[in-house]
């Protein structure tokens, strides 16, 4: 029983560490960045709760200011966000008992036993996209996916851990932030 608790610690342990949101960045390499100025919102995210919606907006609102850009009615990107969950399923098995000393050694076949458990979560993805908002041609677009945590809070940090990240090396060419 205590193999079982130990494997069950180690594996949150791990599931804990992969939770930081994994970012994808691609940007057109004909976009002028140095150009843009100024964004407005064409759509904002939607399909989870208001709360988090409005910290999304906030959080690239704020990242998008830290670059020197201003929100206007007609500005010169326009922005649109997506939200989207799914689940997922994985299966851990935990193994116990003598089977090491099994097949052939000491004349045996150990017994030993096996516990699967199966883990059903969710995962989040938030989707920016950025045009150009005179030839409405895409010039940016970041993702961030990560597993849904189970509290507000922990959702407000990985949301935010997501934002940063996905524009930490915004605009294309600038140097990654420290």
Same mark, same amino acid.
């Given at each position: 029983?205590?193999?079982?608790?130990?494997?069950?610690?180690?594996?949150?342990?791990?599931?804990?560490?992969?939770?930081?949101p994994t970012v994808h960045t691609d940007s057109d390499p004909s976009a002028q960045f140095a150009s843009y100025h100024t964004y407005t919102w /064409?759509?904002?995210?939607?399909?989870? #709760?208001?709360?988090? =919606?409005?910290?999304?907006?906030?959080?690239?609102?704020a990242q998008l200011r830290a670059k020197g850009w201003t929100q206007a009615a007609d500005g010169d990107v326009s922005l649109a966000a997506h939200v989207a969950t799914s689940q997922k399923q994985s299966l851990d098995t935990f193994y116990s008992g003598g089977a090491w000393g099994g097949w052939g050694w000491r004349g045996g076949m150990g017994m030993g036993s096996a516990t699967t458990t199966v883990r059903t979560y969710d995962?989040?993805? /938030?989707?920016?996209?950025?045009?150009? #908002?005179?030839?409405? =041609?895409?010039?940016?677009?970041g993702t961030a996916s990560g597993t849904?945590?189970?509290?507000?809070?922990?959702?407000?940090?990985?949301?935010?851990?997501?934002i940063d990240k996905m524009f930490a090396s915004f605009p294309p060419g600038s140097a990654p932030a420290k």
């Open positions: 029983m205590k193999q079982f608790a130990l494997a069950a610690v180690m594996a949150t342990m791990l599931v804990a560490c992969a939770s930081t /064409l759509a904002k995210p939607e399909g989870t #709760s208001p709360l988090v =919606q409005q910290r999304i907006v906030d959080g690239i609102d995962v989040g993805t /938030l989707v920016v996209d950025m045009f150009d #908002s005179k030839t409405k =041609q895409a010039v940016w677009r849904v945590p189970s509290s507000p809070e922990k959702v407000n940090a990985s949301v935010q851990a997501g």
